[in-house]
């Protein structure tokens, strides 16, 4: 059994030590009871979706979804309170932990005091909101910058193309393949995959998508260690003639204004790019007028160790837009940041994005809420993420030595990977992933004689990679226990 040997008892504890953590598997006792008074089984609940909700969701990926009903700390429960280690926390939405107390008790203050406003006039928290997070990043970036609010990541990015088209006249976008920007209509037109576009992808300009430096994969077949930056300057090649088809050399005019893409892929299977790749793209991107908006849907908010994971490559967007974690996955917000020049009054005038809901308060006072305690924290959290990262790749390298299926492990801070392949390392094993999480959600795993299950998630450009995203404070003893879950499922699906 995998043992993660410099435990201290002071790491075992969490990080917020006034958050109600629970150490141990069991929920709390308000979470359970409020599950056992909907007296309504299992089957009932999935029969009533299937007859009477959308399909349109990604509920029936699954031809069995599962049904869950608490949820706290690290951990999701089922009707018999099975607690399920959660290593996905909502696609990186509750980074700060479910049922985290203190974000609750703001949204509860914010309920008995005034849920409702309209957008069109102002609360005190959305100002404070706005100062605070426009202050946090000029203290990082150096650059002055206003905030502006909506919700959810698609619609965020959908009001930074705004940005862009009212600043450059143009509409159209470089992107990355593998890239994925949310599912409205705009930002399906600059999410890569096919599949999203054939359908709902005409009403806008597709981007023009560029290969994301993927080293395991090279995406032109080079090793890492001698391409000598090959992807960086197969870019640059794109504006050395007006017959590579997007640039004017005469007139410096460039058919492409703005480069959106995600500093980490998400979706895409938590792909860090090599250290070198931001810093080299931004001056070709500098060199050609070409402004840079970073999608930190979900890796924003020290998924990366860093509050913005951009941070963990030394530059500076022209853009940045934000959701998810931002709230901790209670009542939406995401919104953008972006450098004043770009978002002055006069530039990006009254009434130019907006919706009922853009600054709705219970989001703002989430949000306000939990950028608070990233002010806190933010030394701790500098320190532990990084510390805590270290311990689970100990653990990811003891499943690589230990199975043939595991071809690749790497990522930064608690934005990890693990690449299922065939027993050749290198062949996508995609069967393996989703049966590893159909498998965990059986809730017939267990840890230290305990009954539990594990909820994975899988991305990449052969969905054969578990994205690896447990909430900021998993502690050390969940650390080993995630390792230990997955050891039980590759041995149980592997021969
Ligand atoms: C990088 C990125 N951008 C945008 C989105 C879309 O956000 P939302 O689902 O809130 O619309 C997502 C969602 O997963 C994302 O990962």
């Given amino acids: 059994m995998f043992d993660l040997k410099e435990k201290s008892a002071e790491n075992k504890s969490s990080l917020n030590k006034n958050m109600t953590m629970p150490n141990s598997m069991s929920m709390s006792t308000d979470s359970s009871s409020l599950s056992s008074s909907l007296s309504i089984t299992d089957e009932e609940v999935k029969a009533l979706d299937a007859e009477y909700s959308s399909w349109g969701d990604t509920v029936h990926y699954s031809s069995n979804p599962k049904v869950f009903r608490g949820c706290e700390g690290s951990y999701m429960y089922d009707l018999k309170d099975i607690p399920y280690l959660d290593l996905q926390m909502m696609y990186s939405a509750c980074n700060f932990g479910y049922k985290n107390q203190r974000i609750t008790n703001a949204v509860i203050d914010q309920m008995n005091t005034m849920p409702q406003l309209t957008p069109k006039f102002i609360q005190p928290y959305k100002s404070l909101l706005s100062e605070k997070m426009s202050k946090m990043i000029e203290a990082r970036f150096h650059e002055k910058g206003r905030m502006h609010f909506n919700v959810g990541g698609a619609q965020a990015n959908e009001d930074a193309i705004k940005v862009v088209r009212n600043y450059t006249h143009r509409n159209g976008m470089f992107a990355f393949q593998g890239g994925y920007h949310g599912r409205t209509i705009a930002a399906t037109c600059i999410t890569s995959s096919f599949r999203y576009r054939e359908k709902y992808g005409h009403f806008g300009d597709r981007a023009n998508f560029i290969p994301f430096p993927y080293c395991f994969r090279c995406p032109y077949g080079m090793n890492c260690e001698s391409c000598n930056h090959f992807c960086v300057k197969q870019f640059a090649r794109n504006f050395e003639s007006e017959y590579k088809a997007i640039y004017d050399p005469k007139t410096k005019e460039c058919e492409y204004k703005a ?237």
Wanted: glycine share 10%; charged share 25%; hydrophobic share 40%.
């Fill in 259 to 495: 480069f959106i893409g995600e500093p980490i892929l998400g979706t895409g299977g938590y792909i860090n790019p090599p250290e070198w790749y931001w810093k080299e793209m931004k001056e070709v991107l500098d060199s050609y007028g070409i402004m840079l908006v970073i999608d930190e849907v979900q890796m924003g908010m020290f998924r990366t160790g860093k509050l913005w994971a951009i941070e963990n490559y030394g530059i500076v967007p022209d853009i940045m837009t934000f959701a998810k974690s931002i709230t901790n996955g209670m009542n939406p917000l995401a919104g953008f940041w972006a450098k004043e020049k770009y978002i002055a009054p006069d530039v990006f005038t009254p009434g130019s994005a907006h919706s009922t809901y853009c600054s709705n308060p219970i989001g703002v006072r989430a949000a306000h809420e939990v950028m608070t305690i990233v002010e806190e924290e933010e030394a701790t959290l500098e320190r532990e993420i990084p510390r805590k990262s270290a311990l689970f790749m100990r653990g990811l390298n003891y499943l690589k030595s230990k199975y043939k299926e595991v071809g690749d492990v790497g990522g930064i801070g608690f934005a990890l990977r693990m690449e299922l392949t065939e027993k050749d390392g290198i062949t996508p094993n995609r069967a393996l992933c989703d049966a590893m999480q159909e498998e965990g959600l059986k809730g017939d795993l267990s840890y230290h004689g305990k009954k539990c299950g594990l909820v994975l998630n899988n991305g990449g450009f052969f969905k054969n990679i578990i994205t690896l995203v447990p909430q900021l404070y998993i502690s050390d003893d969940e650390i080993e226990m995630s390792i230990d879950l997955m050891d039980q499922l590759l041995s149980r699906l592997t021969k």
